[in-house]
């Protein structure tokens, strides 16, 4: 059953940037595109454990603060080594102000 | 002592799994605390300073090779020599830094771009591309870490003999042409297989084949040209034209902290001229590079006045960083638990040393771990 879980307010994030969010123990990114579009992945980069909050944002793409791999934040798609398994992505939706994100199963 | 200290670098020995055991591998780095605001600016990527400079560099480059060229062509004079020499070293000793920031992806804007230049300066400096991206992927989890980082240019104690033969390419050619060999036969070495996944290994393999074939065909020419000028053109630059390869380099890390988790331990920030930081691409803002390798080398100025409060002050110059480097490193050849620390500057953030196998000595720990 889908669950949304409020993450934080839409004026948090910045027009093209990610903030972390952690819920259960579990770290997550949301990303603000350029556009005002909502996205959310894992918190954590596939290759290594580092968080993706710090690292660049840039044309639909994170880019991890420690090695450089690049993910397509709005697919999670793995974008080349180091990186090469996918991001886990999930449902987002804004209401009132609001970013939620899926978290079911 | 030799077969020792290989063993105790390998990263298929016994420090490997001891680096792992104690906590090292893949540790926590202390970074300076830079505002997200303007960690952000100085992240973001532009095409124009790294098109700007690649345009001057390949000028250069193809400048020298035309002018050295035609003087020994066609009017057989020693003037050629100079000309070639500058050809050389921008081929021979730049492409390192190339080769590195385009591995880096930070830069260039335009992927493709970045891409291009960094399979053309893997080949000038005669590097796999896919397995060093892998090794400095590795360099920079475990920078100078016993056992687990494969890019450790000067061991404790050093080995002499292959860096002053190194600065003309002695070992690192012949050992590049094996690699590159055996890569052809699709093998890899036990070491590079404790970082390229299997996935990545078929690139090596063809890439090995490209690189051989280009080698063949130039050593054809000067064949049936019965000229050494191919030679001296590709692949020989790698040799007679190295030595500022390992002058910049050896400036990074040699003679600092092994087994830390503070890059401000283990790394150097040597100021240099205008000239030499163009020829090394702000390399030389080196822990600002290990402590955010994400901005690109344009930015690294700015980056160092950002967090340089937390540093230890930088080298003024090259020959200051070596005044340092050189007693250190012969220092070693008899004591290998000395390394230069450095002091920081009041107020900065204590060095993270979260346990005492942090504290630079790189006692081994593959026999603490026995004992």
């Known amino acids: 059953m889908t669950q949304w879980i409020a993450a934080c307010a839409a004026d948090d994030i910045d027009p093209e940037d990610v903030i972390p969010f952690t819920h259960g123990g579990q770290d997550y990114a949301i990303y603000r595109s350029p556009d005002d579009v909502y996205y959310a992945t894992d918190g954590h980069c596939t290759h290594e454990k580092t968080l993706l909050c710090d690292g660049l944002v840039m044309d639909g793409v994170i880019e991890c603060p420690k090695h450089n791999g690049r993910f397509d934040y709005t697919s999670g798609k793995a974008l080349g080594a180091p990186v090469l398994t996918d991001i886990r992505t999930y449902s987002v939706k804004v209401t009132d102000g609001t970013v939620y994100i899926s978290l079911g199963a | 002592m030799g077969r020792e200290r290989l063993e105790r670098y390998s990263l298929i020995g016994p420090e490997n799994q001891a680096a792992v055991a104690a906590g090292l ?34 000028g250069l480059i193809l400048g020298f ?8 062509l066609v009017w057989h004079s020693w003037w050629a020599v100079p000309f070639l020499l500058a050809y050389g070293i921008l081929y021979g000793s730049t492409s390192d830094s190339r080769w590195h920031e ?27 591309p896919t397995t060093w991206r892998w090794s400095h992927t590795r360099h920079h989890t475990d920078t100078l870490v016993v056992g687990r980082d494969p890019e450790i240019a000067v061991m404790r104690p050093a080995r002499l003999a292959k860096l002053l033969a190194n600065l003309i390419g002695l070992v690192d050619v012949p050992v590049a042409f094996w690699l590159m060999l055996r890569h052809a036969g699709g093998r890899l070495t036990a070491e590079e297989a404790d970082y390229v996944p299997a996935s990545q290994r078929r690139k090596v393999y063809r890439t090995a084949r490209v690189h051989l074939a280009i080698y063949a065909l130039t050593i054809a020419a000067a064949i049936v040209f019965r000229s050494w000028l191919p030679v001296v053109l590709v692949g020989g630059p790698r040799l007679y034209g190295a030595c500022l390869f390992y002058v910049y380099g050896f400036t990074q890390h040699a003679g600092l902290g092994e087994n830390v988790l503070d890059h401000r331990l283990n790394t150097r920030t040597v100021k240099m001229c205008f000239v030499n930081r163009f020829l090394y691409w702000n390399m030389n803002y080196h822990v600002e590079h290990h402590m955010f390798p994400m901005v690109p080398y344009y930015r690294l100025p700015e980056l160092h006045e950002e967090i340089a409060r937390d540093c230890a002050p930088v080298y003024p110059s090259l020959w200051a960083a070596y005044k340092e ?6 220092r070693q050849l008899r004591d290998q638990e000395y390394y230069v620390r450095r002091e920081l500057l009041p107020g900065a953030a204590p060095f993270n040393e979260p346990a005492p196998i942090n504290d630079g000595r790189a006692l081994p720990l593959a026999t603490a771990t026995l004992a």
Do not use: C, N
């Open chain 2, 25 to 58: 591998a893949g540790g926590d780095w202390f970074r300076s605390a830079v505002p997200r605001k303007r960690m952000k600016e100085l992240m973001r990527r532009s095409d124009y300073p790294a098109i700007r400079d690649t345009v001057i560099w390949i």
């Open chain 2, 65 to 72: 090779a035309a002018l050295g060229s035609a003087l020994w």
């Open chain 2, 102 to 128: 385009s591995g880096h992806g930070t830069a260039f804007k335009t992927r493709w771009i970045d891409e291009s230049l960094y399979q053309l300066a893997s080949f000038m400096i005669m590097r796999d």
């Open chain 2, 325 to 330: 480097i050189i007693p250190a490193i012969l």
